[in-house]
Each structure stands twice: as C-alpha cells, then as structure tokens.
C-alpha cells in the first residue's frame, strides 16, 4: 500500500483542474476563429400590398419571385421575406412592421405600399405620414429603407393624382433615402401588361417591374465575401 501525503493528493488534484481549464480555454479560442455561414445571410424585407403579393399571378412568377432568382444568379447572399399582403394600405403596414423588423432584422425593407390609399381616397396627410414613420422605424432599426412608388389612374382627378404622386419624392428627399417614382413605368400605359382591373399588371410585366426597381436596389446591395 503506498501512502500519499494529503499535500501531493492536494497539488494533483489542482494540477488536474488547471489542466482541464487550459483545455477549455483553448477549446472557446479556437471556436471563436472557425467561419461559419450559419445566419451569415443578409435579409431583405419586402412590406407591399397585392403589386408584390403578386395578385392574379401563379406562383413563382410576381416580381418578388424574379428577384430572389437574380439576387442569386449575381452572387448576392440575400434572403427574401415577401411580407406584402393584397388589399394593405400604409396604416397596415406601419402597424405590422415593428414586429417583421424584430423577428426577422432585415438590412434592406422595400416599402411599397400608398396604392390602396390613393384607391380608397384616403386622406393623402395620413399616407405620407405613415410612410414617414415607416421610414424612421426601419433606420431606428439599423435596417435600409427603399420606397417604391406609385401613381394614381387619371380618373382619380388631376389634383389628388398629382399630391399622391409628389408624396413620394418629397419624403425621399426630406429622410434621405433611395425611391422609385413609378414602379409601373413601361407597364401602366400598356393595356396588353395590365390585367383586366388595369391596375394589376400580368406575368409578362413582371421583368420590367423589377427593372424598374432594380437600378434604386443594386447599389444598396452588398455582395457576400
């Protein structure tokens, strides 16, 4: 039987745990430089009413769809959340944005929204200052925000249709942040791209709708490394 003295029980015992605690400490060191793609992703969000929910269209082939194809093709690591709902107006979406912005903290948020309240005739003061929190909101959050416009029919009458249209230039001047004046140009005026309510535009229109959207949005992206 061989005796050990309590001092050296003692000492292996504390070399034992400073061996096991240098093991650990190497361990969360060397973790701390292995790259990992896990969330690495960046996140676009896109808040929109029936245009980008793609009313009327099959699946896959509204302009959100066209996007995501092309932000793969150019390299771009970008998830897309299409958060747009038919019928949304800008109160709609003033009032579900914070919770897209915590649950999903987008880099980018495409704000398309403002046709339903021209079509409801709702007051224009309302629209713009719903789109205005929503731009605050987004860059309270971190996140960039990119407004996409919209014009009225002229059966709306040339005074409201043109205090509609104005509203989304004025605000991306005074927030200063990036706009489409009309993301139905080359498409509105073209009853062959329009469905038949003339204010939706069809499966072939929509290319040209996120060409229209695009030259506003690429310089926002940033590639993956």
């Known amino acids: 039987m061989i005796f050990q003295h309590p001092?050296?029980?003692?000492?292996?015992?504390?070399?034992?745990?400073?061996v096991i605690l240098c093991t650990c400490v190497l361990l969360i060191s060397f973790l701390a430089f292995i790259p990992t793609s896990y969330g690495a992703e960046k996140k676009l969000l896109v808040l929109g009413d029936s245009i980008s929910a793609g009313y009327g269209l099959s699946q896959g082939q509204g302009w959100v769809t066209l996007l995501k194809k092309r932000l793969v093709q150019q390299g771009y690591d970008y998830q897309v959340v299409n958060a747009s709902i038919s019928g949304e107006t800008t109160q709609g979406g003033l009032t579900r944005l914070p919770e897209l912005l915590r649950q999903h903290q987008p880099d980018l948020v495409l704000i398309e929204l403002g046709g339903n309240d021209g079509l409801r005739g709702l007051p224009l003061t309302?629209?713009?200052?719903?789109?205005?929190?929503?731009?605050?909101?987004?860059?309270?959050?971190?996140?960039?925000?990119?407004?996409?416009?919209?014009?009225?029919?002229?059966?709306y009458g040339r005074r409201y249709t043109a205090a509609f249209s104005a509203i989304y230039p004025e605000l991306a001047e005074e927030k200063q942040v990036p706009f489409v004046p009309f993301i139905l140009e080359k498409i509105a005026l073209y009853p062959e791209l329009m469905q038949a309510d003339g204010i939706h535009p069809k499966a072939q229109a929509q290319p040209q709708l996120l060409n229209n959207i695009w030259p506003s949005l690429n310089p926002l992206l940033s590639k993956a490394p």
């Open 126 to 155: 309302l629209m713009r200052n719903n789109l205005s929190r929503m731009i605050d909101l987004s860059q309270k959050a971190g996140t960039q925000p990119l407004l996409l416009g919209i014009q009225l029919p002229p059966n």
């Open 7 to 18: 001092f050296t029980v003692g000492m292996a015992a504390i070399g034992r745990r400073s």
